[in-house]
Structures are given as structure tokens and as C-alpha cells.
């Protein structure tokens, strides 16, 4: 199955960005939290079936629970409210490391795949 290119194009640019992590400074590394966090966004809005992307993210992690996996979406609030912090971290904090932004990476790509929709088959069929 694939993920919508919207979702997997953020994926990717920052995979090909963590590719290179000596060019990844403070600014870069936001800005992959950033594409990261728009890509679980989005993947959660169309698990909860928002017609419109960009609705309020927070009352779609409420409603995820009832749309998915307790697991999955607990996952999933947890890593859009780090990727938040990582994005909007005051001058006085620590920049996230490379290491933090790959892990967020790979949870990222884990998170969005699970909140695919799986196909469901409804109805009855005749074995005649």
C-alpha cells in the first residue's frame, strides 16, 4: 500500500536530509520536524476522515482513538506533540540532535503506514 505522495514526499525529503547529517544544523533539523509533523498531520487527518487537511490537529488526536488502535493512536499524539516541541523550542534549549530527528523519522514513516486505511470487505459472497 502505498502513502499518499503529499505524506511521502515530506518523508522522503527529510530522509534525504538525514542522509547528509554534517549539513544538518540547528535551522535544518526544525525544519525537518516540521515536514515530519505535517506529514503525521495529515495522515491523521484522513484516518479520522476530515474532508479538509488542516483541520485542528488537537481534536483529531482526540477522535483518533475511536478511528484506530488505542496503541497506535497514543503513538501518535506522542510524536506530533514532540515533533511540536522540537519545532517551536525556545533560543535557551537544546537543539534536537541528528539521532532524535532520525528516530522521529523512522517513528514517523512506522505512524503514518499504521494509520493507512487497510482494506475492509463488507457483504457476503456466494460460494456456488
Known amino acids: 500500500m502505498s502513502l499518499p505522495s503529499d505524506v511521502q514526499d515530506r518523508l522522503t525529503c527529510v530522509a534525504n536530509l538525514l542522509a547528509r547529517p554534517e549539513q ?3 535551522v535544518r533539523i526544525r525544519c525537518c520536524a516540521e515536514l515530519l509533523r505535517t506529514a503525521v498531520e495529515r495522515a491523521v ?3 479520522c476522515g476530515a474532508e479538509n487537511v488542516d483541520q485542528p490537529v488537537h481534536a483529531l488526536l482526540i477522535s483518533l482513538p ?3 488502535d488505542a496503541d497506535i493512536a497514543y ?3 506522542q ?3 514532540a515533533l511540536s516541541r522540537a519545532i517551536r523550542h525556545h ?3 537544546l537543539t534536537p540532535t541528528v539521532a532524535e530527528l532520525s528516530g522521529w523519522h523512522a517513528d514517523a514513516a512506522a505512524v503514518v503506514a499504521a494509520l493507512q486505511p487497510s482494506m475492509t470487505l463488507f457483504g457476503t459472497i ?3
Request: proline content about 0%.
Open 24 to 26: 544538518l544544523d540547528g
Open 45 to 47: 487527518a484522513r484516518a
Open 66 to 68: 475511536s478511528r484506530v
Open 75 to 77: 503513538d501518535t499524539s
Open 79 to 81: 510524536l506530533w506533540h
Open 91 to 93: 533560543g535557551y534549549e
Open 126 to 128: 456466494d460460494l456456488h
